[in-house]
């Protein structure tokens, strides 16, 4: 069963996950400030609201929220002015008891109050400092506990976050990190033998391939629910507008959609006999509750060789009949001359219930596939921007690189048909660097393909 101290640890890695990916504004993360030291336990958690692109990601959020104010607690501004309290005190002086006449004194005691107002008002102000907005957020789908929405329009949505609860040690301390790696590098063979040696102490001879069995199992489980983690990652943030470093990526855009749905409506028709299913429609309204618009279905019963007739009103569909004996007007029983008289001028008309499609229009948010070179033409504009090269150290072995930046500001889908350009010259997009990274000169390669 879940609970709030899982959700706790599940929404501080994915907030500490994005904090270190580009773009992302993580709002209302506390980090942990426990000191084992002092018995202090003060853990980490986070509000759930990340930010990118205009794009807002919602996980395990309570009900929609407007946009809030980011406030600072202002240490240096909570004292009340002290010229505003020595007024007051001096006021506080002027009773009757001490001399000062009625209207002397109610005047002091409305002086006092506009006073403390002003100081009230003053501390709030300058209690507090604005730093930043808090995007507002609608509440999640039903059944979901995460979801990724723009302008009021859902993009994204999913569930089953819980199930990351327990994998944090591997994104957080060095030895899981590694018996991670080991596990993902070697083989079993190789895996179980660098598991024996080191565990050779910690468990007796019998044992020690039991445990290592277990342990096996267990990391199995670890390893693919942290693919999945960053699988996830990933979608929150290419689903965001991130920018990938190569294959496809992806745009999400509203678009109008005009749609068709089937329903029942009632056409009139001229001419109609008295007989089991013939349908009828009120022009004008009747005793009883029988009002304009209402439909009617006639059905035919017989008694002692007498046939006689009553008629069910439709609901508003027109898809079922209203049989119930609580309201008057889901019943109509007058079938005698007034009926067809009625008929005749124009109260009353035959009618049939026909199945229609209707338009109406909707909101959808439409995937779209940005490929990486769609044809020779943008082949061709990709190779018209201008670059400026620049050399540059590898810090990892002092060797020497050369960065090429796009002096033109690129769209997402520009920079997408450039960084697969780059790719083909023997190059590709550093984040670190800001740059595309080459360990050879491109200066020729691009003044050919400009050429």
């Known amino acids: 069963m879940s609970n709030y101290w899982e959700y706790r640890d599940v929404k501080v890695l994915i907030a500490e996950r994005l904090m270190t990916m580009d773009g992302w504004k993580v709002y209302g993360y506390h980090p942990d400030n426990s000191d084992a030291m002092i018995d202090y336990f003060d853990p980490a958690y986070w509000d759930g609201i990340a930010e990118k692109n205009g794009y807002v990601l919602c996980v395990d959020v309570f009900g929609a929220s407007e946009a809030k104010e980011i406030r600072e607690y202002n240490y240096n501004g909570t004292a009340i002015n002290m010229s505003i309290q020595a007024k007051i005190e001096k006021l506080e002086q002027m009773t009757v008891e001490r001399g000062a006449s009625e209207q002397e004194e109610e005047s002091a005691k409305k002086m006092i109050e506009n006073l403390r107002q002003k100081a009230a008002k003053e501390t709030e102000t300058e209690k507090y400092t604005v730093v930043g907005m808090m995007p507002g957020h609608m509440a999640h789908p039903p059944r979901m506990n995460w979801h990724i929405e723009k302008d009021g329009v859902y993009i994204a949505k999913g569930n089953g976050l819980l199930k990351f ?59 693919k629910l942290c693919q999945q983690f960053d699988a996830l990652i990933n979608k929150f943030d290419t689903t965001c507008g991130g920018l990938l470093g190569s294959g496809d990526g992806y745009i999400y855009e509203e678009k109008t959609v005009t749609e068709y749905k089937k329903e029942m409506k009632p056409f009139e028709t001229e001419t109609g006999v008295l007989k089991e299913g013939q349908c009828f429609i009120l022009k004008t309204r009747f005793n009883y509750g029988h009002n304009k618009g ?65 338009p109406y229009e909707v909101k959808k948010v439409v995937k779209t596939k940005i490929s990486n070179a769609k044809n020779n033409e943008e082949s061709n504009n990709k190779r018209r921007y201008t670059y400026d090269i620049s050399e540059d150290v590898d810090t990892r072995d002092g060797s020497k690189i050369w960065l090429v930046k796009v002096k033109e500001k690129l769209s997402k889908e520009e920079y997408v048909n450039v960084n697969h350009w780059m790719k083909e010259l023997g190059g590709y997009y550093s984040k670190f660097k800001h740059a595309f990274l080459f360990k050879e000169n491109p200066e020729a390669k691009l003044n050919m393909e400009a050429a």
């Open 294 to 358: 209402q439909v009617f279905r006639i059905h035919e019963t017989e008694y002692n060789g007498q046939k006689n007739y009553h008629a069910y009103k439709l609901n508003g569909k027109c898809t079922k009949e209203c049989t119930g004996r609580a309201n008057s007007s889901n019943s109509w029983n007058c079938f005698n001359e007034k009926f067809f008289k009625w008929i005749e001028e124009g109260f009353i008309s035959w009618c049939e219930i026909r199945e229609v499609k209707t």
């Open 165 to 223: 609860h327990g994998i944090d040690s591997y994104y957080k301390y060095r030895q899981y990190m590694e018996d991670l790696s080991d596990y993902r590098k070697l083989s079993k063979e190789k895996y179980k033998e660098k598991f024996m040696f080191e565990h050779r102490d910690s468990y007796k001879p019998e044992r020690l391939n039991d445990a290592f069995e277990y342990h096996y199992k267990e990391i199995s489980e670890k390893a």
